[in-house]
């Protein structure tokens, strides 16, 4: 069973978060999740929503999938050295890293996405890619996949490329299911973005 370390932050957009849960959490027997924050506290974020975390140095897994989320709380956690170098450290020690939204601009700002390809949410592109300039932003893309890093676009993109992950790792068969039984419309093709302005 692998682990999915979601690492969480006060202000955190809950779709991003609670869409890859609801995929992965389909897949009980090969997943498990855990939900890690800097200080372990209780975290809250703009819809209301509080979750219990666990401190990054009290996991009691190690992580196998790290998951990072966005939401208005990045705007904040740009200038955050801690917080950036605990992700610095946990996206180099997982075998797969995920982020949803304006995820990726935390990913970036840390440095682990220098010369790879990545997307992230079109409605704060400017300020996303403001973040580095080393990395190859891609504004076509639902999804992109480069390495063990895949970034997803905005909000419910995260959704899409779950799904696309468990397809790559589980087959597509699998995925599909996924999405039936959810009864969600799966956008499949990660280079199919509506939402890019043309």
Known sequence: MQTITALVFNNFETLDLYGVVEMFGRLPKQYRLQFASISGSLIHNHHGVTLPTTAI???EYPTDVLLIVGGPGTRDLVHDSEFLYELSCFSHTANWVLSVCTGSAL??????????????????????ISQSDSVVWQPQARWVVDDKFYTSSGVSAGMDMTLGFIADRHGVGTARQIAYDVEYRWHEDRHNDEFCPR
């Open 107 to 128: 990913l970036a700002k840390a440095g682990v996405l220098d010369g790879l390809r990545a997307t992230s949410n079109k409605r704060a592109w400017q300020w996303v």
């Open 57 to 59: 140095a009290s996991l």
